[in-house]
């Protein structure tokens, strides 16, 4: 048989062969760039004795005869060669399975949904940490998971794992099977990658399904319309608990300004300083788990208060001249656009642009025709976007600009000129057009606004 590969060089493709060479397994790295950079960190991990070879498509697998095979998360789990191995009995798996394997015997909690993920996984991490639980964050935010397998096979021992799971992770990772899973909203995604919505919704249930605890948002729709799987389900509302009866009775509920379990408040509903009412539902989420977890309602109470938020999700940057810059560039799709628009107060003047995805955007363009007064479209989608906001917006002033460079500024001029009080970057794009993620994306946006305003 031959040896176990490891497909792709990132951070978490290196912890996956760094923690299968410390198991004793014969690996082989591939990767298919070949840049400088790639070629540099190939010439270190040959220094280790890896295997590593550049410039390799996937399709090298066929001739390689492997005993399992290891995938990033940028790898489709539906390319015809990792098919094929896998009705062969071949392995096929994500770092995240790998590193639930090494670590199962510790307590996880993973988080999923189209949005909010990563707020809720930086609000409960935050929440466990400010009750002096061990519990890091691992998975699409914080340290790739199999580095922290990795310490753990040495001995070290975390209170709880808190993983922030994509549908990548997710399809690749066939039996993680978390304590508590947390399903935060359920709208169109990926779907170049699974192929439909139905199949995109059932991967995040497939997780749902495989946990001991389900906590799970009564105010989304489409997670709703999936109750009967679930039947011992802790539903989360804002709504009040009557929202969701007769059929369920809400774990956590918001009703007059309290949070609500069926016995009686917690706290105050505005203990969280982050706007919009995603928030709240955030931090019901949240809270369900630190209960799970073994916390005491003020505890719970005091982490929210201390909570600072999330880079790149509705981060205020600077107030210059009276207008406030707000960083979103982690909205990548309309719905996350959609929220940002509804959590704040116009008149606004909108950023918009990347590589555009597909999606429904009516409601983002409402939320537009609602509160902005003027859109710079720019980037990729720039035509497609300002074609769509001049249709369904024609009292909205819209442009179009080569990128961020040139949008900041005049965004600026534009804010001045018809008395917005905040710039807010919110792209409803992928960043791929002009950068490698939404953080080099949202950090350029900084570094534009903090030096106009010097």
Not at 383 to 393: E, S, W
Not at 428 to 452: I, K, T, W
């Amino acid at each position: 048989m031959g040896p176990t590969a490891v497909i792709g060089l990132g951070r978490s493709g290196v912890a996956a062969a760094r923690l299968l060479h410390s198991q004793g397994h014969h690996l082989r790295l591939l990767e298919k760039g070949e840049s400088s950079q790639l070629q540099e960190k190939a010439a270190a991990l040959r220094n280790e004795g890896f295997h590593v070879q550049l410039n390799c498509p996937l399709t090298a697998l066929e001739t390689l005869n492997p005993q399992a095979v290891v995938l990033s998360p940028g790898v489709p789990w539906t390319e015809p060669v990792l098919v094929q191995l896998r009705h062969r009995g071949v392995p096929v798996y994500g770092e995240i399975q790998l590193a639930w394997q090494a670590m199962a015997g510790s307590p996880w909690i993973g988080i999923t949904g189209t949005n909010g993920k990563t707020t809720i996984t930086s609000l409960i991490g935050h929440l466990l940490e400010q009750a002096g639980l061990n519990a890091p964050i691992c998975g699409n935010s914080g340290a790739p998971a199999t580095e922290l397998a990795l310490k753990y096979e040495g001995g070290w021992r975390p209170d709880w794992l808190v993983a922030e799971l994509s549908s990548f992770q997710i399809e690749a990772s066939p039996t993680m099977a978390p304590r508590m899973a947390i399903w935060s909203t359920l709208t169109p995604d990926h779907l170049d990658r699974h192929g439909s919505f139905a199949a995109y919704g059932a991967i995040k249930a497939s997780l749902v399904s495989r946990s001991t605890v389900q906590v799970l948002n009564g105010d989304d729709p489409q997670i709703w319309s999936r109750r009967d799987r679930w039947p011992t389900a802790r539903w989360v509302t804002c709504r009040g608990r009557a929202a969701l009866e007769p059929h369920r009775r809400a774990f956590l509920a918001i009703e007059e300004g309290m949070v609500l379990t069926p016995s009686g408040p917690l706290f105050r509903a505005d203990v969280l300083s982050l706007p919009g009412e995603h928030n709240r539902l955030n931090m019901l989420l949240a809270t369900a788990a630190a209960l799970e977890a073994g916390l005491e309602p003020r505890q719970i109470a005091v982490g929210l208060r201390s909570f600072p938020g999330v880079p790149h999700r509705l981060e205020t940057i600077i107030c210059h001249q009276g207008v406030t810059y707000i960083n979103d560039s982690k909205a990548t799709n309309y719905d996350a656009a959609r929220v940002a628009l509804d959590a704040l107060n116009g008149p606004l003047v909108l950023l918009a642009g990347g590589r555009a995805k597909e999606g429904d955007s009516r409601l983002w363009l409402e939320g537009i025709a609602a509160k902005v007064v003027a859109v710079v479209c720019y980037g990729e989608a720039a035509d497609t976007f300002a074609g769509q906001i001049q249709r369904a917006c024609p009292g909205v002033i819209c442009q179009q600009l080569p990128g961020l460079k040139e949008a900041v500024p005049h965004g600026h001029v534009l804010a001045m000129d018809h008395g917005a009080t905040t710039v807010l970057l919110s792209p409803a794009c992928a960043s791929f057009d002009q950068y490698p993620n939404f953080e080099v994306r949202g950090e350029h946006f900084r570094g534009l606004v903090e030096a106009m305003a010097v």
